[in-house]
């Protein structure tokens, strides 16, 4: 995407998300009109969890910001490239758990990394974790789900991104990726 | 406040504390990098702030554990998963939206189910996947974390 062409989308994104939430504000005034009784609930509710988001939304943020602009994309990915085995796998998690933005940046990624040898499973391994496993993600889980749900929800997925991987890679031929050679 | 938040919060100022010590002006625009990014994400945050009041103010449980809970079975899970994957909310925000769900009333499986399904899975984005990475890995990757999620979801349950 061209600078331009992003910051329009963006803008029109951003209006998206505004007329959104001016729809939910309407609907939930209705309701809440409705039915008086709850209102009490439901506004102390609303409360709870924006205090909640409130105390941990600024600190993943600023750690974000801070990673994106202390360690560029390319040096996250030159690594990619080089490693083997089920050891390349586990550094494709562990890249792609990095905080690098959303998902449709790590796309083009992989399809240059696969262009230039790259192993199928490494950039299966880094999607998904790019995809699921991202530590502001991980943090934010802890906040809101506890230790205990995050933590499971966690070694199982890993688990599985790695069968995911393997099971891919012998799934699809170098020639039937588009960005393979 | 609890300690996750303590913890995080001291992290990230430290952090800061350590890039601002090392390059000011990388560090500058890290904070206003920061601030776009929040101020990107908060018409999102309010969204589900106000969906949320209105899922825990509204909804009686016993609708919720219907739908989602230990009753709602194979089709409810179904029926969350594909949510998950057809959905396109931001993740950092999907968290507090399945915290509520599961103090409504839904059960830790549906929960991790629709968690993991909105996160691995993208509808919204396969169309750009399968232009960079081609059809064949594309609908795999998508089609296997389906069913991966579903599977997470179910040993979640059994786990905790």
Redo the contacts between chains.
Sequence with gaps: MRGGEQQRTQAKDIRKDLFVLLLTVLVGAVLVALFPARRHLVLATAWKFLVEMALILPAVMLLMGLFNVFVPKDAVVKYLGRTAGLKAIFLGILLGALPTGPLYVAFPLAAALLKKGARVSCIVAFLSAWACIKIPQEMVELQFMGFRFMAARLLLTVFFVVIMSLVIEKAVDRGEVAGGA | ??T??VV??V???A??AL?FAQ?RA??R???????R??L??L????????????L???VPKSTISRIVGEQGGVLGLLTVASLGAVLHIP???A??L???L?QAGAS?TAV?VF??TL????VV?LP???????A??AL??NG??FL?AL??GV??GV??
């Design positions: 406040m609890s996750t938040t995080i919060n992290l990230a100022l952090c800061f890039a390059d990388k560090a625009r890290a904070l206003v990098l920061a601030f990014s929040f990107r994400i018409p999102a945050v309010l969204t589900v702030v106000v969906v949320i009041g209105l825990l103010g509204l993740s950092l925000i968290f507090p399945a915290a509520s599961l830790i991790a968690i993991t996160t691995m899975i993208g984005t750009l996947e399968i232009r960079e990475l081609g064949k890995m795999l990757r296997l974390s991966a599977a997470i040993l979640m786990i905790l």
